[in-house]
């Protein structure tokens, strides 16, 4: 091995050249070159054309769907991960075990089943869209569907990042503030909430990333209404379609640009949480 | 180490070669989205009449999906031998790709159309919102629901048949044509990418008032669903639509199969698979299959694209290019 | 664990739970029933018979296939990306860390839109693949391309962590006593890794087995050639036969229930481990 000598140290371990190997190779294969590809193919298009298609009228309303559904998917899986996460670990019942390997559905499951299954749900005349028409609800084909569709598929992530950190929180803290005569609520918002914060916030971003990615689950709820119900990945499809390269490159790569910031951004934040947790 | 890769290289080429045996002849039939059960229908027919006539198994396979979408996965490598298709468009842009022969129409009778059909209507049960006409798909209240014009050819027929109609009543005043084509657009709750998704949306999800879709669709539809008494209506004017066939050339010529794929198209002519697309609801070529089902297929004012609109080839200028007419009315705010 | 409550306290856990179970009723529970509940709509006999359709029976054995190529590949990947990046340090690590988890977070649509401008036709390479008569899309390779694509994340993330977290103390030594790569890898590493990595390789199956939006650019759905399982559901609602559709999703289901019941076995081992 030909390495420099301030790392040689390091390399007291064979397969380097092996492992790094593999790794860039297929890295490179399947995820870098496709993806260069759509890189030139964007920057084939021109500044000027691209701008004017991002901007345009449909796709920021695309763009716009998206984000608010995963808005509002998001801040449900936030308070349902929350509530899921507290139960799982601090309350001790019949079937619990049961309720914590549900958590794990939507993950395993296609979306497109999860899909499928969600629109006869809330359909006019399903499980649930019976009751809810009567009301004047509607869910299907509407943006509440494309939530729906979204909060469904990212239930996991908010459970999973909060569970561990609350079953390694230290109770003698808890114990103490009780001592002290604060109220349970106090104690949740001034002693577990800060703790278990960073590893919330890291969960949060996940099932928002994750709900900005789904398709197949959304595409059979939220019916091809531009405007409405347009989710900016099924744009891309829909140009693509349309045979408009162009059209579909440009948004995938927004699409990709935003899927970068928010991994670096959630991997900020989980080492934020592991370093807390470190302290904890 | 290296038996356990052996072992799954072994499995591997043990599933590969479990999979379904080749035939000798195969066929890919790349078509539109509605012709799923038509087609089912079609091949074993065509493959008995193969096996009779040259002794050889054939196995044809199908891709369903809007025509345009389907035309674009052939240009991308989707190793098609023929086309089946609702629209020329489609078959002119395989042609734009190097992979049609240019005189496609030629190859076959007809314009190399072995069957034609209409937009026509399907609505629900006792015809509630009282739709007869064109005109009534732009009132309001009324939601209409067919595909995404932009993705599938059969969507491109309702959008020139309404301009169609629209010309007509408003002795040829093409703004107001497009007023009116823009007020049909923007009642369409649901714009689906094929054809057969916009007839689950009006069947399975009942919605809209009126699904606008080929006659053969609303025919068999009407049938399939004959419980929820949907009804079918025929406009006063519709759009002739035909339904082009092609050989893949580039491809055929490949996988050496343009004998049998000729063969299969010309056989769409014969008595027997014209009784067969005439069952499906399809307006058919062959005089006297045509004559022992006109009962089931009304007598209706057809126009041609080459009447109206001056030919395919203004109807993609004008209407369908980037920005176009159909551009500018299908803003659905 | 349970932490002392005082008695006034009592109606808040309660209420917490029975909120818990009601939304996991309402939000799991019921999508999961429905699609058994629709399979099962006209019978057993017709529920047996959609499954046995040949169609469905190739789309069963090509979504088979798919995962059989797919998480071999995977769990070598994920291997030797966590070797290379928890027991190494050299330039670029960031980057190869932020590589692995794209596929995560984007949409699979997009990854069938890079596939299709890489290898399509009109695409980069698509040219010299029709050239040298290579079928990529539209065929097994591009649908397994696309699903190593979408999947790659998986076992690289589980086993990841652990081998972070475990340091390479041990296996320095088993390097101090003479034994080669393969030795150490076989008898220190992987008895240390082997729950989380079967862990990573049963998420990854559940994914590959479900994957839709990226194979739904690449498959072409040709029915009975490369139409996977999940296409096939989608093909059978689009045939206006929604029961078969509904089998079909139920044996997807079957199989992300089985992944989950070995995935909370292994997990019960691992934390006895």
């Given at each position: 091995?030909?390495?420099?000598?301030?790392?040689?140290?390091?390399?007291?371990?064979?397969?380097?050249?092996?492992?790094?190997?593999?790794?860039?190779?297929?890295?490179?294969?399947?995820?870098?070159?496709?993806?260069?590809?759509l890189?030139?193919k964007g920057?084939?298009i021109g500044p000027q054309r691209f701008w004017a298609i991002v901007t345009s009228a449909r796709a920021l309303a695309a763009f716009q769907v998206t984000l608010t559904a995963a808005?509002?998917?998001?801040?449900?899986?936030?308070?349902?991960?929350?509530?899921?996460?507290?139960?799982?670990?601090?309350?001790?019942?019949?079937?619990?075990?049961?309720?914590?390997?549900?958590?794990?559905?939507?993950?395993?499951?296609?979306?497109?089943?999860?899909?499928?299954?969600?629109?006869?749900?809330?359909?006019?005349?399903?499980?649930?869209?019976?009751?809810?028409?009567?009301?004047?609800?509607?869910?299907?084909?509407?943006i509440?569907?494309v939530?729906?569709?979204?909060?469904?598929?990212?239930?996991?992530?908010?459970?999973?990042?909060?569970?561990?950190?609350?079953?390694?929180?230290?109770?003698?803290?808890?114990?103490?503030?009780?001592?002290?005569?604060?109220?349970?609520?106090?104690?949740?918002?001034?002693?577990?909430?800060?703790?278990?914060?960073?590893?919330?916030?890291?969960?949060?971003?996940?099932?928002?990333?994750?709900?900005l990615?789904?398709f197949?689950?959304?595409?059979?709820?939220a019916?091809n209404l531009p405007f409405k119900t347009e989710i900016a990945s099924l744009l891309a499809f829909i140009r693509l379609e349309e045979?408009d390269y162009q059209g579909a490159a440009a948004i995938a790569l927004v699409l990709l640009m935003f899927a970068?910031?928010?991994?670096?951004?959630?991997?900020?934040?989980?080492?934020?949480?592991?370093?807390?947790?470190?302290?904890? | 180490?290296?038996?356990?890769?052996?072992?799954?290289?072994?499995?591997?080429?043990?599933?590969?070669?479990?999979?379904?045996?080749?035939?000798?002849?195969?066929?890919?039939?790349?078509?539109?989205?509605?012709?799923?059960?038509?087609?089912?229908?079609?091949?074993?027919?065509?493959?008995?009449?193969?096996?009779?006539?040259?002794?050889?198994?054939?196995?044809?396979?199908?891709?369903?999906?809007?025509?345009?979408?389907?035309?674009?996965?052939?240009?991308?490598?989707?190793?098609?031998?023929?086309?089946?298709?609702?629209?020329?468009?489609?078959?002119?842009?395989?042609?734009?790709?190097?992979?049609?022969?240019?005189?496609?129409?030629?190859?076959?009778?007809?314009?190399?159309?072995?069957?034609?059909?209409?937009?026509?209507?399907?609505?629900?049960?006792?015809?509630?919102?009282?739709?007869?006409?064109?005109?009534?798909?732009?009132?309001?209240?009324?939601?209409?629901?067919?595909?995404n014009?932009k993705?599938?050819?059969?969507?491109?027929?309702?959008?020139?048949?309404?301009?169609?109609?629209?010309?007509?009543?408003?002795?040829?005043?093409?703004?107001?044509?497009?007023?009116?084509?823009?007020?049909?657009?923007?009642?369409?709750?649901?714009f689906?990418?094929?054809?057969?998704?916009?007839?689950?949306?009006?069947?399975?999800?009942?919605?809209?008032?009126?699904?606008?879709?080929?006659?053969?669709?609303?025919?068999?539809?009407?049938?399939?669903?004959?419980?929820?008494?949907?009804?079918?209506?025929?406009?006063?004017?519709?759009?002739?639509?035909?339904?082009?066939?092609?050989?893949?050339?580039?491809?055929?010529?490949?996988?050496?199969?343009?004998?049998?794929?000729?063969?299969?198209?010309?056989?769409?002519?014969?008595?027997?698979?014209?009784?067969?697309?005439?069952?499906?609801?399809?307006?058919?070529?062959?005089?006297?299959?045509?004559?022992?089902?006109?009962?089931?297929?009304?007598?209706?004012?057809?126009?041609?694209?080459?009447?109206?609109?001056?030919?395919?080839?203004?109807?993609?200028?004008?209407?369908?290019?980037d920005g176009?007419?159909?551009d500018?009315?299908f803003v659905n705010r | 664990?349970?932490?002392?409550?005082?008695?006034?306290?009592?109606?808040?856990?309660?209420?917490?739970?029975?909120?818990?179970?009601?939304?996991?009723?309402?939000?799991?529970?019921?999508?999961?029933?429905?699609?058994?509940?629709?399979?099962?709509?006209?019978?057993?006999?017709?529920?047996?018979?959609?499954?046995?359709?040949?169609?469905?029976?190739?789309?069963?054995?090509?979504?088979?296939?798919?995962?059989?190529?797919?998480?071999?590949?995977?769990?070598?990947?994920?291997?030797?990306?966590?070797?290379?990046?928890?027991?190494?340090?050299?330039?670029?690590?960031?980057?190869?860390?932020?590589?692995?988890?794209?596929?995560?977070?984007?949409s699979?649509i997009i990854?069938?839109i890079?596939?299709?401008?890489?290898?399509?036709?009109?695409?980069?390479?698509?040219?010299?693949?029709?050239?040298?008569?290579?079928?990529?899309?539209?065929?097994?390779?591009?649908?397994?391309?696309?699903?190593?694509?979408?999947?790659?994340?998986?076992?690289?993330?589980?086993?990841?962590?652990?081998?972070?977290?475990?340091?390479?103390?041990?296996?320095?030594?088993?390097?101090?006593?003479?034994?080669?790569?393969?030795?150490?890898?076989?008898?220190?590493?992987?008895?240390?890794?082997?729950?989380?990595?079967?862990?990573?390789?049963?998420?990854?199956?559940?994914?590959?087995?479900?994957?839709?939006?990226?194979?739904?650019?690449?498959?072409?759905?040709?029915?009975?050639?490369?139409?996977?399982?999940?296409?096939?559901?989608?093909?059978?609602?689009?045939?206006?036969?929604?029961?078969?559709?509904?089998?079909?999703?139920?044996?997807?289901?079957?199989?992300?229930?089985?992944?989950?019941?070995?995935?909370?076995?292994?997990?019960?081992?691992?934390?006895?481990?």
């Amino acid at each position: 091995m030909t390495a420099a000598a301030p790392i040689r140290a390091k390399r007291v371990l064979p397969g380097f050249t092996l492992s790094l190997g593999t790794t860039l190779l297929y890295l490179t294969v399947v995820i870098l070159i496709p993806v260069l590809a759509l890189v030139l193919k964007g920057a084939d298009i021109g500044p000027q054309r691209f701008w004017a298609i991002v901007t345009s009228a449909r796709a920021l309303a695309a763009f716009q769907v998206t984000l608010t559904a995963a808005l509002i998917a998001t801040l449900f899986n936030a308070l349902y991960g929350l509530l899921m996460a507290w139960v799982l670990v601090r309350y001790e019942f019949p079937g619990r075990r049961l309720l914590d390997a549900l958590m794990d559905i939507p993950f395993a499951l296609p979306t497109a089943v999860a899909g499928l299954s969600l629109t006869a749900l809330f359909s006019a005349n399903g499980w649930f869209g019976q009751f809810l028409a009567p009301l004047g609800l509607a869910p299907v084909y509407t943006i509440w569907g494309v939530a729906i569709a979204m909060a469904f598929t990212s239930v996991p992530f908010v459970v999973r990042t909060v569970q561990p950190v609350l079953e390694d929180l230290d109770p003698a803290y808890e114990q103490a503030a009780r001592t002290l005569g604060a109220s349970d609520w106090a104690i949740f918002r001034r002693v577990v909430f800060p703790q278990i914060l960073p590893a919330f916030l890291a969960g949060v971003t996940i099932s928002f990333a994750r709900s900005l990615g789904e398709f197949g689950a959304i595409v059979f709820i939220a019916g091809n209404l531009p405007f409405k119900t347009e989710i900016a990945s099924l744009l891309a499809f829909i140009r693509l379609e349309e045979y408009d390269y162009q059209g579909a490159a440009a948004i995938a790569l927004v699409l990709l640009m935003f899927a970068v910031v928010l991994l670096v951004i959630s991997n900020r934040l989980q080492a934020w949480a592991a370093r807390y947790r470190g302290q904890a | 180490m290296k038996r356990s890769i052996f072992r799954v290289a072994a499995l591997v080429a043990g599933l590969t070669a479990a999979a379904p045996a080749l035939a000798q002849d195969s066929l890919l039939n790349v078509s539109y989205d509605v012709a799923r059960e038509l087609f089912e229908d079609l091949n074993p027919k065509f493959i008995a009449q193969w096996k009779a006539d040259k002794g050889r198994d054939l196995t044809i396979d199908q891709s369903h999906g809007g025509s345009s979408r389907q035309a674009r996965a052939i240009l991308e490598g989707l190793a098609a031998d023929v086309v089946t298709f609702n629209q020329e468009t489609d078959i002119d842009a395989l042609v734009e790709g190097g992979l049609v022969d240019q005189n496609w129409r030629e190859a076959f009778p007809n314009g190399a159309s072995p069957y034609y059909s209409l937009p026509a209507f399907l609505v629900r049960k006792g015809n509630p919102k009282g739709i007869q006409d064109w005109g009534d798909l732009a009132k309001e209240g009324v939601q209409p629901v067919f595909p995404n014009p932009k993705t599938s050819g059969n969507a491109r027929y309702t959008y020139l048949a309404a301009y169609a109609w629209g010309l007509n009543e408003f002795g040829g005043d093409h703004a107001k044509t497009q007023e009116f084509v823009k007020n049909l657009l923007s009642n369409v709750p649901v714009f689906d990418t094929g054809g057969r998704a916009a007839t689950q949306t009006f069947a399975e999800r009942e919605i809209g008032d009126v699904l606008v879709t080929f006659e053969a669709e609303t025919g068999g539809i009407a049938a399939e669903y004959a419980d929820k008494g949907f009804e079918r209506v025929t406009p006063s004017i519709s759009l002739f639509s035909a339904f082009p066939v092609a050989v893949v050339a580039e491809y055929a010529k490949k996988k050496g199969s343009e004998e049998v794929a000729t063969a299969y198209l010309n056989w769409l002519y014969s008595p027997e698979a014209q009784k067969a697309l005439a069952e499906h609801y399809y307006r058919v070529t062959d005089k006297d299959v045509a004559a022992d089902y006109a009962d089931k297929l009304p007598e209706v004012k057809l126009v041609t694209v080459d009447e109206i609109f001056g030919g395919w080839a203004k109807v993609r200028a004008e209407h369908l290019a980037d920005g176009g007419i159909l551009d500018q009315v299908f803003v659905n705010r | 664990m349970s932490i002392a409550h005082h008695k006034e306290s009592r109606l808040v856990p309660r209420l917490l739970i029975g909120l818990a179970v009601a939304l996991t009723l309402l939000m799991v529970v019921a999508p999961l029933a429905f699609i058994f509940w629709s399979a099962f709509s006209r019978g057993w006999n017709v529920y047996v018979s959609n499954i046995l359709h040949p169609v469905t029976l190739h789309a069963i054995w090509l979504t088979t296939l798919v995962a059989l190529i797919v998480v071999p590949l995977n769990v070598a990947f994920g291997v030797a990306a966590a070797w290379a990046v928890a027991r190494f340090k050299f330039p670029g690590r960031g980057l190869v860390l932020t590589a692995i988890e794209i596929p995560f977070s984007v949409s699979p649509i997009i990854a069938g839109i890079c596939y299709l401008l890489l290898y399509g036709r009109q695409g980069l390479l698509g040219p010299w693949l029709m050239e040298h008569e290579m079928q990529v899309l539209f065929a097994l390779p591009g649908i397994v391309l696309v699903t190593m694509f979408v999947t790659s994340p998986f076992v690289a993330r589980e086993v990841l962590p652990l081998m972070q977290a475990q340091g390479s103390e041990q296996e320095q030594a088993a390097v101090t006593l003479g034994a080669n790569g393969w030795q150490i890898f076989r008898r220190v590493t992987l008895p240390n890794i082997r729950w989380a990595l079967l862990y990573g390789a049963v998420l990854c199956t559940a994914r590959a087995v479900g994957e839709f939006g990226g194979v739904s650019v690449v498959s072409g759905n040709i029915r009975g050639q490369t139409n996977t399982l999940p296409l096939h559901v989608e093909l059978l609602f689009n045939d206006l036969n929604a029961v078969g559709a509904f089998a079909a999703a139920s044996t997807l289901t079957v199989i992300a229930l089985v992944a989950l019941v070995v995935k909370s076995v292994l997990e019960s081992r691992r934390h006895q481990a």
